[in-house]
């Protein structure tokens, strides 16, 4: 049972470089969802995703990019890499939304260092 | 807009403490509440939720009521080990929130023997 699979785990990246976070679920999950662990700052919401196709702006969407072309894989884009980007990313899904929302499955988390 | 807050830490307790988190939320529609938990090095995993109010949530000898008259969903458990040293947060997602789940700044438990 993989859940919420994420790669890679930890990254090191210099000014202006840019990479791709994979993220990818097996339980059939139509909502995924991308966010960033800051030191003290709790989890801010980057992009989300409701179902194939369909992607929606988070908190802090700038200097990253979404795609979502299956219901299982979401990876996020980060383009011009910039130290303020170095953060703990955190893929997750749920099977749920609106009125009662799921439970949300968590990735291990990427540990991305920009210098 | 919505949001959550809670309480500041670091805790830090000796075993068998009895312990209390704090969590107000703003929310402008009636919102699920959760709490969930990061062990050092992890993702974050549902410890509880509560979908409306006056609902208690509970798992693992913790405990969270949705008390929509105050706003609040504080964490308790009567106590604590060493093993439920973690980070805690506190979320609300529902209709209002638009799918999205809205998360509080976490709150560092260090359970000491």
Same mark, same amino acid.
């Given at each position: ?10 990254? &090191?990246?210099? &000014? ?29 919401? &980057? ?6 196709? &369909? ?5 802090? +969407? ?32 749920? +099977? ?20 | 807009?919505?949001? #959550? ?9 000796? $075993? $068998?403490? *009895? ?17 969930? %938990? ?23 000898? *913790? $405990?969270?009521?949705?008390?929509? $008259? ?9 106590? #604590? ?5 973690? %980070?805690? *947060? ?12 809205? *998360? ?10």
């Amino acid at each position: 049972n993989a859940g919420v699979t994420q790669t890679p785990k930890f990254r &090191i990246l210099k &000014i202006g470089q840019s990479m791709t976070l994979q993220c990818a679920q097996d339980m059939n999950h139509n909502y995924m969802y991308w966010y960033r662990q800051d030191p003290g700052m709790g989890l801010k919401l &980057i992009y989300y995703s409701v179902g194939a196709g &369909i992607t929606d702006k988070g908190e802090v +969407p700038n200097g990253y990019n979404v795609s979502r072309s299956t219901t299982e894989d979401f990876p996020l884009r980060l383009e011009l890499a910039a130290p303020s980007q170095t953060s703990v990313y955190f893929c997750a899904s749920t +099977p749920a939304g609106g009125l009662f929302p799921g439970e949300l499955f968590f990735g291990e988390g990427s540990r991305l260092t920009v210098l | 807009g919505d949001s #959550v807050t809670q309480m500041e830490g670091p805790v830090t307790l000796s $075993e $068998e403490a *009895f312990l209390t988190i704090n969590c107000t939320y703003t929310a402008t529609g009636y919102p699920s509440l959760f709490w969930y %938990v990061q062990y050092p090095g992890e993702g974050l995993q549902l410890l509880l939720k509560a979908t409306k109010a006056d609902d208690k949530g509970s798992n693992k000898g *913790f $405990e969270a009521t949705y008390r929509k $008259e105050t706003t609040s969903f504080h964490l308790e458990k009567g106590s #604590v080990q060493v093993s439920d040293s973690a %980070v805690y *947060f506190c979320a609300l997602s529902g209709l209002s929130t638009g799918n999205q789940f809205y *998360f509080g700044t976490g709150t560092s438990l260090t359970v000491i023997p």
